[in-house]
């Protein structure tokens, strides 16, 4: 088996560290793994999770990368902090697997796709919904033509209102444009923009978009987007992208098509039902149950690491993961010039 060390840098207010750490710890292809944290937060949960494949733990991330040469590196920063850790990286010669969004201005982003592809490095934002069983099959009923040519395709995704409402979190970079970009739809709704082109194949080229802070909290971010799009294939799509809830998620996506019709009810855990009617097939609603623990954070770390350690092809691209980003900033200007935006 092929082992790969990892780097992280991140630091106190890194997101979902106690989901990498465990999927590091898990993935057996990592060989060890090196934190870079300036605020030495981090180091005490790596240290009880990661055990002895914690190797050394630096202040400086830009001496983590001379020092330990680190095959990939995970980048788990705020947003506005990612691109210049994310550039060094690449600098020195390593793979990226980036917290989304990974920028503020997809102008950042832009220069650290085209370097990684000139360097054949593999840019990987943690889109990590793509990996879940269901979506994979969704992916498969659209690729194999079973719905023909796409009609629609409708999605919400819609988190707890009650984050919002906590002086803490409004404090966080989550709750700053400046920060963190925007709200809801590029931190969450960004998911469903991507399992949109993920399953279906098509490429949105333009939006409509109106955002909100419907709950009155003090933030300067949205907790509610409405997005509407056109695909490469002429056809339109809509998603509903926000915080209403007193906790938990409601999550939806719909594809029809000329022969039928797929839904994942429950987002991106299923259970998946399709329905039909090409020649060859049953006519009847189709349902795919997933199978337990084959979801979350450490599936899709697991195979970003076997990827650059060359084992597999990477679970998204550095264009893939910049299609998502322009498509959200793109609905961003929509919604702020009251104008339709194309997507390049």
Not at 262 to 271: D, I, K, V
Not at 273 to 297: D, H, I, M, N, W
């Amino acid at each position: 088996m092929k082992r790969i060390p990892v780097g992280l840098i991140t630091n106190s207010e890194g997101a979902h560290l106690g989901a990498y750490f465990e999927a590091l710890a898990r993935t057996d292809e990592v060989e060890a793994v090196f934190l870079a944290d300036p605020s030495g937060a981090t180091i005490p949960q790596a240290t009880k999770v990661l055990g002895e494949k914690l190797k050394t733990t630096f202040r400086d991330s830009r001496q983590m990368l001379r020092e330990a040469k680190p095959v990939m590196t995970v980048v788990s920063l705020e947003a506005a902090l990612a691109p210049p850790e994310i550039d060094a990286a690449l600098d020195a010669g390593s793979h990226v697997f980036a917290e989304k969004p990974g920028c503020v201005r997809v102008e950042d982003f832009v220069p650290l796709v085209q370097k990684a592809d000139g360097k054949h490095l593999n840019l990987m934002l943690a889109l990590a919904n793509r990996i879940n069983p269901p979506v994979r099959e969704a992916r498969r009923v659209m690729s194999a033509g079973l719905l023909g040519k796409v009609y629609g395709v409708e999605m919400h995704i819609v988190a707890d209102q009650t984050r919002l409402k906590r002086a803490e979190y409004q404090k966080t970079w989550f709750a700053s444009k400046a920060r963190g970009g925007g709200g809801h739809l590029i931190w969450l709704g960004l998911h469903w923009l991507d399992l949109a082109g993920y399953i279906t194949g098509l490429k949105v080229k333009e939006v409509s978009a109106l955002t909100a802070v419907v709950g009155g909290q003090p933030i300067d971010v949205e907790d509610s987007a409405a997005v509407v799009m056109r695909f490469d294939n002429g056809s339109l799509g809509t998603l509903t992208s926000g915080y209403y809830l007193d906790k938990g998620y409601h999550t939806h996506i719909k594809i029809w098509g000329e022969y039928g019709w797929l839904e994942l009810a429950g987002g991106e855990n299923g259970p998946l039902e399709y329905y039909s009617t090409k020649a060859g097939q049953t006519g009847k609603v189709e349902r795919f149950e997933p199978p337990p623990g084959q979801g979350g954070y450490t599936p899709f770390v697991r195979a970003a690491v076997r990827a650059c350690a060359g084992l597999e092809e990477p679970p998204i691209t550095a264009q893939e993961s910049l299609q998502v980003l322009k498509t959200v900033f793109a609905s961003y200007r929509a919604a702020d010039t009251g104008q339709r935006q194309t997507v390049s």
